[in-house]
């Protein structure tokens, strides 16, 4: 089965009242609309010899999507996969794809927890991540954000996305209904106080946490190998988080928010 990640993670809330489990994951994304989402995102910038660093950059989809705009030798893609990366080396030989080990009981369950990300040797003039902090819990959103402002030129740019829950679908694609929100995708779990309330909360498989603790983290817990790990931050909370940083609707079709942080 192969399944663009939105719709996956769509399904998989859909799907949080059944059980058990009937679906397969593909790890492989189809996505091909991160280019034009982060130019309009970043205000068009200039991308030709800018050294651009996509963190969870799978398979390098991001070069198809920009064509010409983007030299393949200024493109680096750090992902902790090491099957898409290689996948990602055959298909665009001149760029650079780096493993980085770290456990992800969805992405990476055999990876080591609590890695540092790796050198690449340079600085970016522009980070991006799409639908990677979509699959971390908080804190690790948090050190991870703050690993990658560190490998940016004094200019440069983080440009990361995220699943408001409160956003409505319909807003960025007039094909769904008015009201699409992940809450509402939750079923009657959406409609607690608690998950209404919450700032952020996690779903994996079929379970929802809400704001879960230390115990329930990432590079704590025990997940089942390949299990679905779905992460939701409000927009103030993502404000909160990251002060000085600007918070950007979704464009483009897709429905995840984006942060901007320049330096
Ligand atoms: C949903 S896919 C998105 C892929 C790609 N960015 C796109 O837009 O098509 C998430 C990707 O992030 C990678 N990933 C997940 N957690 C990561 C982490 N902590 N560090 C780096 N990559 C990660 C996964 O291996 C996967 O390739």
Redesign the pocket.
Known sequence: MSLH?DERLHEGAKRLFESPRSFSWN?V???LT?FSYFDEMLGHPEWKGRKIL?????IG??LASAGDRVDHEDYWC????PA?LEQGRLTYPRAHFVH?N?Y?S???PYGKRNQPLPDCGVKFDIIL????F???DKK?MVE?VGALRRMLTPDGVLAFTFFDPWFDRSLSDPSLRRGATVLRNLGPRGRNEMVKRARWFVVIDDTLYVEPGDAMCHQTRKGRPHESYCSFFTSDLMKSLFPGATIHAPVCREWQHCCVIRN
């Open positions: 990640d790890l994304s189809t996505r991160q996509d963190f969870g950059g799978n989809t991001f750090i992902d902790i996969n898409v980085f770290r992800s969805q992405y990476n991540a799409f639908s990677v979509t699959h971390v690790e991870s």
